[in-house]
Every structure is written in C-alpha cells, then in structure tokens.
C-alpha cells in the first residue's frame, strides 16, 4: 500500500491540513500553522471504556472484558524493557501525557524543540507493549489506589452517578478506571489481546498541529512503523432501554454546597448525525441557563446557583446525553425552574434573536479552535474517529436554523428522560 495524500482547504478561513494515509495503514492529520514555535502531537485509538465487548473477524464470538482495560492499558503503554517513556521525553524537553475516555486512547506530547526525537518515542513505545504478571500486579496496586481517590471526589461522583441513574445497561455508565472488582480480573494475557485488536494502526489517527515539518513526520513513521495487519473490529450493541433507570441518586461526601448533575438522556445517530446533534445540544443549554438567559439570573439572584453552574452535551456511538451542574442549596428547585423553563420554550418556541446570538457564539467558538495548536490537534481527532471532517463542522453551524434546534429540543431535552444526581454534605 502506497501512502494517500489529500490536501484539505478551507476558503472561509484560507487555511489547509494534510489528510494522509500512511503506508502502515495509519490514518494522519496534519496541519501545520504559520507563526507558531511549538508543535503538539496526539496518537490514538478508537478504543475508550465503554470498548468492553467486541469481536474480530477470526473469533467465533463476541469477547467481553471487564470494564477499566483501556484505562490500565494506557497506564502500562509507557513502560517497557528500556524503561519509562516519561524518561526519555525528558532529555528532549517534550512534556508528554495519555488519557482514556468512553470512546478513545489517546497519547500526546508538546515541544517547541526535538520534534522528530519525540515522535520517535510517541512511535515506539506505543507501538511495543510489555506487561508481565510482575508490572500488571503492581498496576492493579496503583490503579485501586486511584480507583479509591476518584470515590471520594465529589465532583466525580456527582458526575458518574448521573450516568449510572441514566443508563441501564450502557457501559458508558461505568468509571472509566473500573472498579476494583473488574480491574482485578485483568491479566498480562487480556491486556494483550486488547492491544492487539485495538492498538492496530488501522484503528488508529496521528493528528499533528502547529511548527512542524510536514516531511520529518513522513520520514519519522516510514522509519518506524511496518504495516498493519488487516483486522476487522466489530462492537457488540448494548440493549438500552429508552426510559433512565433512576429519577433520583444521592450521595454523602464531605463538601460545603450540595452539588447536583441533572441529565437529559436522547437516543444516539449515526456518526456525522451525532457530531450536528452534540452542537445543537450545546446551543440548547445555553438558550435554556446560559449565563445571559432571565433563568440564569433569575436562579442566580436567588442564590440557587452560582459562578459553578454550567452545561455539556455528548453524543458518541451508542449514547446522547445533555447535562446541567454546578453547585445549590436547594437542587431540586433549580430541576424543577429548568424543567419548566424547557416546557415553556418547547410551547412557546425559541426566541429567533436568541438563537441569532448563541448561534454566532457557537460559530465563533469553533473558528477560535484554529488559533490555538492544542485545539487544532484535539479537534481534527474528534472530527477524524466521529467520521466528519473538520472544516464541514463549521459549515453545520452556519447551516442550522431555528426549526432544526426546535426539532432537537423535542427529543434530547425530554423532561420524562432525565435524572438528578446529588452529592450531600
């Protein structure tokens, strides 16, 4: 296979990236941006923690794991035989870092300096694993120890135990580092077949943004990295009912104000339908609370919220969802003013020069993504694992109407779909 070069352009903002398909079967996405002395590079996979039962092409059926193996995988990918890869990022200056999410794996570093050297080792250790039952037994060790931090962080529980009201079935409603029950279950041998069915190239996106050599990156991987084995991943589909699980969840740490997460739960799309509905989403809660909205004041004056109050939106795969949270004494009232708030919109319709503002925000936001080089990178990786490419989000900004949100209030704001977590004093 021949490495596949398009060059992506945007009229709008005069502006292109290279879309490449590498030799090794890895897809990359590179944008570099005139003006700027430092570079961020982020390789990952599409494989987060709700990746808990899937199927190749050469198994008879579908595998299940215990839930936490992303997490403890992306934990163990910086170790191997020649030791930290932490280590070696620090002789050349490079400030490296991973996460895990519901829907991906990701590994990152920024320089301003030794660009080919840091992606050498982004290359080479996450594309050489080494676990033994020594290092994944001292591991489980150290991811209890993070597993035992998170139940007592309030704003985490708040968080999860808002999706684990939401969701039945869905393992989105699971903590990403598992719990110490399923982590225990995890061995040298399943971390490698994870690694070997998701960690394949083909599965995988190398998005670079900022001062950097286009050159240096085709030099670097054609040295580094061999081609992919052709693998077919298939993800089971969870049986989720349409109705949440809980009304209500509550719990009892040691915090000054109660803190709240209400949830709205909606059905996912397909995946360029998920990337237009997530935006309008986003629009919706500011229309609803945002921070200029008579609700906002109105709640905030009464001191039933304050500067914490905020909303988010996430569609992904195989699940929707819209949250309000922040901090209140006195919850409860704060869901029963939003659920009002969003009858009184669904019959009275949305304010067109309201939607006018917040659509010019929501456009102005994603323009601002551009000037910034983390941004850019993190964007073209969303864009790239939800199948849309990234200049087109913009344009599904620009296109909405005041009919499209009214037909989405409709459904991911439905006040007989949505929880209330609670974490008490």
């Known amino acids: 296979m021949q490495t596949k070069t398009e060059i992506i352009t945007s009229p709008r903002l005069g502006e292109a990236y290279r879309q490449i398909k590498h030799s ?47 997490h403890f995988l992306e934990h163990k990918m910086f170790e191997n035989e020649e030791g930290d890869a932490f280590i070696r990022y620090a002789a050349t200056g490079a400030s490296a870092n991973a996460y895990t999410s ?34 994944v037994e001292k591991e489980q060790g150290i991811i209890g120890q993070e597993i035992k931090m998170y139940e007592d962080n309030a704003e985490f529980r708040a968080y999860f135990n808002l999706l684990d009201a939401m969701y039945h079935n869905n393992p989105v409603r699971i903590d990403i580092v598992g719990t110490e029950q399923s982590i225990a279950q995890i061995d040298k041998e399943l971390l490698y077949r994870c690694y070997n069915t998701f960690y394949n190239l083909g599965n995988m996106v190398l998005c670079v943004a900022g001062g950097f050599d286009i050159e240096t990156v085709l030099e670097t991987a054609d040295r580094m990295l061999s081609p992919a084995k052709d693998i077919t991943i298939e993800r089971a589909q969870t049986d989720e009912p349409k109705s949440v699980r809980l009304d209500y969840i509550e719990q009892n740490l040691p915090v000054a104000l109660p803190l709240f997460h209400i949830g709205f739960k909606a059905d996912p799309a397909g995946e360029r339908d998920n990337v237009k509905n997530q935006i309008m989403d986003d629009i919706l809660l500011e229309i609803i609370a945002g921070d200029s909205t008579p609700l906002y004041r109105r709640l905030y004056d009464e001191g039933l919220i304050n500067s914490e109050f905020s909303g988010d939106a996430m569609s992904s795969r195989d699940y929707s969802f819209a949250v309000f949270g922040g901090e209140s004494r006195d919850p409860a009232r704060v869901r029963d003013e939003i659920a009002k708030e969003i009858t009184r919109i669904k019959a009275q319709g949305i304010d067109p020069k309201l939607f006018g503002r917040y659509k010019k925000a929501s456009y102005g936001s994603y323009m601002g993504i551009f000037g910034k080089v983390e941004s850019v990178a993190s964007f073209m990786l969303s864009a790239h694992f939800a199948g849309v490419e990234v200049y087109s989000v913009t344009e599904m900004i620009a296109a909405l109407t005041v009919d499209d949100l009214e037909a989405r209030l409709k459904v991911s704001f439905d006040v007989n779909r949505s929880s209330m977590s609670v974490v008490k004093p």
């Open 24 to 70: 090794s079967g890895l897809e990359m996405r590179l944008y570099p941006m005139q003006g700027f002395n430092h570079t961020y590079a982020l390789f990952a996979t599409k494989y987060g923690s709700v990746d808990t039962c899937f199927k190749t092409g050469e198994d008879a059926d579908f595998v299940k794991v215990p839930e936490g193996v992303a």
């Open 102 to 135: 519901f829907d991906r794996t990701a590994y990152l570093f920024s320089c301003t300096e030794n660009f080919a050297q840091s992606l050498e080792i982004l290359f080479d250790f996450v594309s050489r694993p080494y676990f033994t039952d020594e290092t």
